[in-house]
């Protein structure tokens, strides 16, 4: 098959993905609706929850600071007889007594049957005055609190919450059956799990979602999951209505993409030429931090295609092409005479700085990126030694023997080699161990479920210990969260690129973040510690001390 036939089918199966789109956006958009409906019952849910346990605890706590007021602190007939007068005015408490240091009752009304037996913890020298635990007792899965009170004297007043008061409705129709809610207290203490989480068909599959929301004011939390096959069930007859509306739009995107296919070949080389000779291709930079210091490290040039009205082409929409063309070479030569335009000053004052350029496979087939990098960085602003060459391990090598004398010669001449994407493509260890690699890159699809998948972090782990082991720098590549950069530093991994600090930038915008960080008008990790900071703790807050049974 020739290459003109073989570009025409490659724009059939692009255009028969296209005609898809209006299904998958339909799609999506009623997923999303039904999926914001959800979490918006959810979090209402919860929301409701942790309103009703505050007001409830809060409502015992002020019942039994009145009590104290009152000096009803012993268990005389007149005081009893009182303590059932605070519960016939208080819905929210079901029982009131008071116990000893040890968390014995010495008197309940009404009379509770746990006789002789603690139910609290014996009390400590230095617990604060309100205490929040859980009783054996439960109504259909919520279990009784309790708020105790402590007296001069070392005992306690108790006041049980009832479980009534929060044996609230769980939302509407269609969550209602696919719901698992549970509320604690503190980490150890269920409050209310009235479905039941062993047996519940929730927990017994993997497809849901789940919302969280925790008090301000008590260490009270709320969990709540819910079936995604239910909540779909809110758009399954739109979603229906969807596939035969873009059945027949599908049908008429097919026929102009295909249309629009039909180009000659020569026309469309000659296009993608033009753009080369006109300088569309531009290199981007994106930063490489140093996650313990803030220090900058330098950058990865990207490549991006600019059209003359100012669009970007994303490169997934380029770069194979221009590898199969081997356009690539020439675009790759543009880039990197223009880095030294664009970062020369700046590199030739900070010679620590770092450039990392990106090759393909095809680029050690031979050695002419040997003689293209002498050409360009030899006599330049930019040092060899500032230049590290990054081969991505997506692509399998042709020829290892000779892909390794490449690298080796680049290496002679002070120029740092990395292998990029550790872990996702062909070569694997044998990459390191046979092309003598001085940089890996941690892929972002290991550093995507840091703190959340505990493989994640063992393959990070792994993979930093054997760079470590080979006497090889470490990079981490796409960190956007501020836990990342803590386990990372846990990892012995103090390298890092990501959104958290820039996307890639042009050279302007580079220039401005390098400078910023020179001058010390901002480092970009003491600026995330300080945010995390500045969240603060419930007690930080003004929420009041409690102490947990």
Known sequence: MSRHYFVFVRAILIALGLALLPLVIGNMILENFAMHNARSEM???????????????????????????????????????????????????????????????????????????????????????????????????????LVSWKLENGWRLIANISPTVLAIEPGPDYLRHALEIEVRLGRDHVWVDPLGNADHPVMMGSDFIEEYAASTIYPINVRIKSDRNAIMGL????????????????????????????????????????????????PYYQPVVDIVTGELQGCEMLMRWQLPNGKMVPPGQFMTY?????????????????????????????????????????????????????????????????????VTERQPLEDIDLARKVIAELQAHGIRVALDDVGTGHGGLAYLQKLGMDVVKIDKMFIDPLGSEENAFRLVDAIAELADTMNM?????????????????????????????????????????????????????????????????????????????
Not at 68 to 86: A, V
Request: glycine share 8%; aromatic share 8%; charged share 25%.
């Open 43 to 145: 979090i209402a849910i919860a929301d409701r929850y942790i309103s009703r346990s505050e007001a409830a605890i809060s409502d015992g706590v002020e019942a039994l600071r009145q009590m104290q007021l009152k000096g009803l602190t012993s268990c005389t007939r007149q005081n009893q007889g009182d303590f059932e007068k605070t519960l016939s005015q208080n819905a929210v408490i079901s029982a009131i007594g008071i116990v000893d240091h040890r968390g014995v009752p010495m008197c309940y009304v009404p009379a509770q049957n746990r006789r002789g037996n603690s139910i609290l913890p014996v009390l400590k020298p230095d617990a604060p005055r309100v205490g929040i635990g859980m009783s054996w007792m439960e109504y259909q899965g919520i279990r009784t609190a």
């Open 322 to 390: 221009a590898e199969t063309s081997g356009h690539i070479f020439e675009m790759t030569r543009n880039i990197m005479r223009q880095s030294i335009e664009d970062l020369g000053e700046l590199y030739f004052r900070h010679p620590e700085l770092k450039l990392s350029v990106n090759l393909f496979a095809g680029h050690f087939n031979d050695r002419s990126i040997v003689d293209d990098l002498l050409d360009i960085y030899e006599d330049s602003p930019i040092a060899l030694s500032q230049v590290v060459m990054e």
């Open 473 to 549: 720098g470490i990079i981490a590549e796409g960190v956007e969260k501020y836990e990342q950069i803590v386990l990372l530093r846990e990892l012995g991994v103090s390298s890092a690129q990501g959104f958290i600090f820039s996307k890639p930038l042009p050279a302007g915008e580079y220039l401005e973040f390098a400078e910023d960080i020179f001058s010390d008008r901002c480092n970009p990790v003491r600026v995330l510690e300080e945010a995390e900071k500045a969240s603060g703790t419930p007690e930080e807050m003004g929420a009041p001390k409690v102490e947990l049974y």
């Open 235 to 282: 758009v399954r007859e739109l979603k229906i209505v969807a596939v035969i509306a873009c059945s027949g739009i599908a049908i008429l995107l097919i026929t102009l993409v295909v249309w629009l296919s039909w180009k000659p070949e020569k026309d469309a080389e000659d296009d993608f030429v033009a753009s080369i000779r006109n300088g569309e291709f531009i």
